[in-house]
């Protein structure tokens, strides 16, 4: 004859104790459990998307195999905001700064699971263009508050939960500034993404990002 | 302030509906783990904020129904886990009803959401019973432990246990019970 357990113990996972459960019985407080969990959902970030200004891996890395002297240089973004950095003689050193206002949604923004294309004003739809490996590159017409004569393109990679933008500003085709912007979960990454080395190859497959060894700028955002 | 308020801010990630939640069910949920871990406060301020970081993680998820029998289930949850982690073995007699074929749940009752059944159910034991019940198989308090804490012997425990458990399973089959929904391992 066939039968079937339950085990009682996991039953009673749907019984609640109002009887013998002595609240106040453990000298444990609510503000020490509230101190350790408000703690923990801080360090940890919200699950849900967060945006940041990643540490630039692209910038540095790009800067140190241009090998540029010792050098400042401060500049605004598409977003409005300002990022600069300095990088010394070998071009291993940098400094990044960035306002704490950063406006994601100048470039790119998410809505209701889409991602949409939001630079020079407009708003296109990109999300089945893009995904963690395919980038979407947009030149922009709108040129950078600081730069004349350069031109602006924008790499747009990833997938609803996590995306983010490279930017290129290049002169006469050669690289001259960079940054990158992204979004993150819990766990920020300092590789590039593939999406961003995609980006590039094709970048440099257009004849731009002259000169550009990409092998070397993994290595280095990897290893830095 | 309702559950469903809290919920609703949770589900909004705001940690103000977090500390709400603490300030409601942290007491509860402490003292559960405390009867699980038999004091041991560090242990316990551990798996209580466990407890309620979980919560938060899978807020999306999170109902208003039975709130506080969710957070005991998860306390017991996690406090079992630790004893288990140290290796504590938890003995629990006869940890099981069983369902022989042709025990079908009464077809006449309409079937209840299970958390009301079964909270129906354990009530509908006789208090000592009861009590003996949850002291063993809510709390994993050992038989020996449970029995001197209410006074009976240990034979005599065995003996309510055993009749706890075929009460508890005739009142589940007259109440409606299914098992066939629940996690029931063939024998």
């Keep these: 004859m066939e039968s079937k357990t339950v085990k009682i113990s996991e039953l009673l996972d749907d019984y609640t104790d109002n009887e013998f459960c002595i609240e106040g019985e453990t000298e444990v407080q609510n503000e020490e459990i509230k101190d350790i969990v408000l703690k923990n959902v801080k360090k940890r970030g919200k699950p849900a998307k967060k945006i940041i200004i990643a540490a630039v891996a692209a910038a540095a890395a790009l800067t140190a195999v241009m090998g540029a002297a010792a050098q400042r240089i401060i500049f605004t973004g598409l977003d409005g905001t300002d990022h600069g950095y300095y990088i010394d003689v070998n071009g291993n050193e940098y400094k990044y700064h960035h306002s704490s206002n950063t406006n994601m949604e100048a470039v790119v923004l998410e809505e209701n699971g889409r991602l949409y294309l939001t630079a020079d004003g407009g708003k296109t739809d990109i999300t089945d263009l893009i995904d963690e490996e395919t980038p979407y590159i947009y030149k922009c017409h709108d040129q950078p508050a600081d730069v004349d ?76 | 302030m309702t559950d469903g308020d809290i919920v609703n801010g949770l589900k909004k990630g705001k940690t103000k509906a977090l500390e709400q939640l603490i300030d409601r069910y942290g007491a509860y ?55 288990r982690n140290e290796r504590e073995e938890l003995p629990l007699e006869e940890d099981m009803i069983i369902f022989d074929e042709g025990e079908q749940p009464c077809e006449a009752v309409e079937r209840k959401e299970t958390a009301l059944l079964v909270n129906r159910a354990v009530n509908g034991l006789e208090p000592i019973t009861k009590e003996l019940f949850l002291r063993h198989y809510y709390y994993g308090q050992s038989v020996a432990e449970a029995a001197d804490a209410l006074g009976l012997s240990l034979s005599a425990a065995k003996t309510r246990l055993c009749r706890g458990r075929q009460t508890l399973k005739e009142i589940l089959l007259k109440e409606g019970y299914d098992y066939g929904e629940q996690n029931c391992e063939n024998k």
């Design chain 2, 29 to 83: 949920v402490s003292s559960v783990i405390s009867r699980i871990l038999r004091g041991r406060n560090e242990d316990c301020r551990e798996l209580s904020a466990d407890v309620f970081l979980a919560v938060w993680e899978n807020r999306e998820k999170l109902r208003a129904e039975n709130l506080k029998g969710y957070l005991g289930a998860a306390a017991r949850n996690k406090a079992f886990n630790k004893l």
């Design chain 1, 149 to 224: 004569n350069a031109e602006n393109y924008i790499v747009i990679g990833g997938t609803p939960n996590e995306y983010g933008y490279d930017s290129y500003t290049l002169f006469d085709g050669e690289w001259g500034m960079s940054y990158a912007v992204r979004t993150i979960g819990p766990n920020d990454r300092l590789e590039m993404y593939d999406w961003e080395i995609n980006g590039m190859k094709q970048l440099q497959s257009e004849g731009r990002l002259v000169g550009l060894d990409i092998e070397q700028i993994m290595e280095f955002s990897v290893n830095r």
